[in-house]
């Protein structure tokens, strides 16, 4: 009786023991898979453009008669076989145009391209005349919405069953593509034909700032009654457009939004094509809302060199230690002060700005000597108002002038809530 209660004993310690073991290496399991999941969702996942959603727009084109709107942005990376050795293949992501990639996909009949400001392959310079022609790689006609027109004609849509629209965007009221955008958008609501925007992220997308434009003052390098910066993607701002009744005669378009994967308005992103000729980097487009101003004044901002909206002066500021000559080049035939000494400024070091910068177009204000010209006939468009001008001669501080905008940003952000796809 006592060696057969032992034996229980000892076979139920046992147990005990295992359960007790399995349980001990479920528990860490458990906290290991629990860890990896944490250092998962720490790590950012790779964004995934619009583009590249292959499967959620490739059926909607099938069997369709189609233009794309685009310029050299409008990539799409496709994955491909390729040998490794005579026994072994490998696959890598290549870049390909989209409309090299639509044109030659079954069953999708590419029929033209519209391109924006810069033209089809993006080598004009801003604001130049860019006339249509013929696409030497595909043979397909290239009509241009930079030149004799801005928006296409009923004419130039006949035959046409859907638009596919792709250009990376900047995110700042007076780059134009938004307005390129605006005007498709109410082309295609006239004739009945859907729009498919392939989405792409804003890298200005993480704040909004900067005076609102007021209506008057509305022109192709500002159509809308948005902040300079408005903090949102292109596929987003389609939809405010839309959503805002800002078509001619309250149309609205047959609109669909191929949306990022992995994105928030807070991720970082860095663009490896230029979006325009004058916006070579990163630096460049964080500082494009702020220098952009200067396109609207005598004060060089950069046009002429490799520093383009990174550096900003003219020749009749007080000498400086940090010196330039503007020539022509890619994207600036013609820059201002073309092959004079200019004195500047460089913020190529500049830290990532996360709201407008309004110190540097004072700086340049009070370097500019009264019996020279400062502001330009196109500075009030792409002001957006008359306000900053006439602030900047009163002398306000950038503190004074950003006050007078709080009140309309807080407006606008009630309105753009609506519209936001990401976070």
């Not at 233009?67 to 990539?75: D, G, R």
């Amino acid at each position: 009786m006592v060696r057969l209660l032992l034996k229980n004993t000892y076979f139920f310690s046992v147990v005990v023991f295992l359960f007790g073991m399995i349980s001990c290496k479920s528990q860490i399991r458990e906290e290991h898979n629990k860890s990896d999941k944490k250092i998962e969702e720490q790590v950012p996942k790779e964004i995934i453009v619009g583009a590249n959603n292959t499967a959620l727009y490739l059926k909607l084109l099938k069997g369709k008669n189609i233009a794309v709107v685009a310029n050299q942005t409008s990539i799409v990376s496709l994955r491909q076989k390729y040998a490794i050795n005579e026994y072994t293949t490998g696959s890598k992501l290549v870049d390909t145009h989209l409309v090299d990639f639509l044109h030659n996909y079954s069953g999708i009949q590419v029929q033209k391209v519209f391109s924006p400001e810069h033209g089809f392959r993006g080598k004009a310079d801003a604001g130049e005349h860019v006339e249509d022609g013929k696409d030497a790689k595909t043979g397909l006609p290239i009509i241009s919405l930079h030149g004799k027109s801005k928006k296409p004609s009923q004419e130039q849509l006949k035959g046409l069953d859907l638009i596919v629209f792709d250009i990376q965007d900047v995110g700042v009221r007076f780059y134009t593509y938004i307005s390129t955008l605006h005007y498709v958008m109410e082309a295609c609501a006239e004739a009945g034909i859907p729009v498919i925007v392939l989405d792409r992220p804003n890298p200005n997308g993480h704040y909004v700032d900067g005076p609102l434009l007021e209506i008057e003052h509305k022109s192709f390098v500002g159509m809308h009654p948005v902040p300079l910066v408005y903090g949102m993607t292109i596929g987003e701002y389609a939809q405010m457009i839309n959503g805002e009744k800002w078509l001619e005669n309250n149309l609205k378009c047959d609109l669909t939004v191929i949306p990022l994967q992995h994105y928030t308005h807070a991720s970082p992103y860095s663009l490896t094509i230029r979006p325009s000729p004058n916006l070579p980097n990163d630096t460049s487009i964080n500082l494009y809302p702020s220098l952009g101003f200067f396109e609207g004044t005598t004060i060089n901002a950069g046009r002429g060199t490799e520093m383009q909206f990174q550096v900003y002066g003219a020749p009749f500021f007080a000498r400086s230690k940090f010196t330039y000559t503007p020539k022509a080049n890619f994207g600036a035939k013609y820059p201002k002060h073309k092959n004079k000494l200019v004195n500047g400024i460089d913020l190529r070091t500049q830290e990532k700005l996360h709201q407008v910068n309004l110190q540097w177009l004072i700086d340049a204000y009070q370097k500019t000597p009264k019996n020279e010209t400062f502001f330009g006939p196109t500075f009030t468009i792409h002001a957006g108002n008359t306000k900053l001008q006439a602030q900047l001669e009163k002398g306000l501080s950038q503190e004074q002038i950003k006050a007078t905008w709080q009140k309309d940003l807080a407006a606008f952000k009630k309105i753009r809530e609506k519209y936001l796809i990401y976070q």
